[in-house]
């Protein structure tokens, strides 16, 4: 599976983005998929995953209530809705596929090359 994150940019405290994982294959539908995030000096961490059929989510309590995640298996991509956005939401954001959903890093198998979000104060 190769994953491809978009979407992220330079935004306002109190904005929106909302980022996008494609992936290849054809099995998307059998995969987990994360998100994850890594601010600059500090380790990587989880910020929201689906399973496969979009039936289960799990946050991060950092972001709940400000995030969404959502995928549509049928275009293979994942989503990342963020509102209201915090300067400590600043950070590459990476997603990631794996069998199970799950919160820890060590879960996925595949991952993307990472997309930068930039919260302005």
């Known amino acids: 599976v190769q994953l491809q994150a978009s979407g992220g940019g330079l935004v306002q405290a109190g904005g929106s983005l909302r980022l996008s994982c494609a992936a290849s294959?054809?099995?998307?539908?059998?995969?987990?998929m994360g998100w994850f995030r890594q601010a600059p000096g500090k380790e990587r961490e989880f910020v929201a995953a689906?399973?496969?059929?979009?039936?289960?989510?799990r946050y991060a309590d950092s972001v709940k209530g400000r995030f969404t995640i959502s995928r549509d298996n049928a275009k293979n991509t994942v989503y990342l809705q963020m509102n209201s956005l915090k300067p400590e939401d600043t950070a590459v954001y990476y997603c990631?596929?794996?069998?199970?959903?799950?919160?820890?890093?060590?879960?996925?198998?595949?991952w993307g090359q990472g997309t930068l979000v930039t919260v302005s104060s």
């Open positions: 689906i399973s496969g059929s979009g039936g289960s989510t």
């Open positions: 990631a596929a794996g069998w199970l959903i799950a919160t820890f890093a060590q879960e996925y198998d595949y």
């Open positions: 294959g054809r099995t998307f539908s059998s995969y987990a």
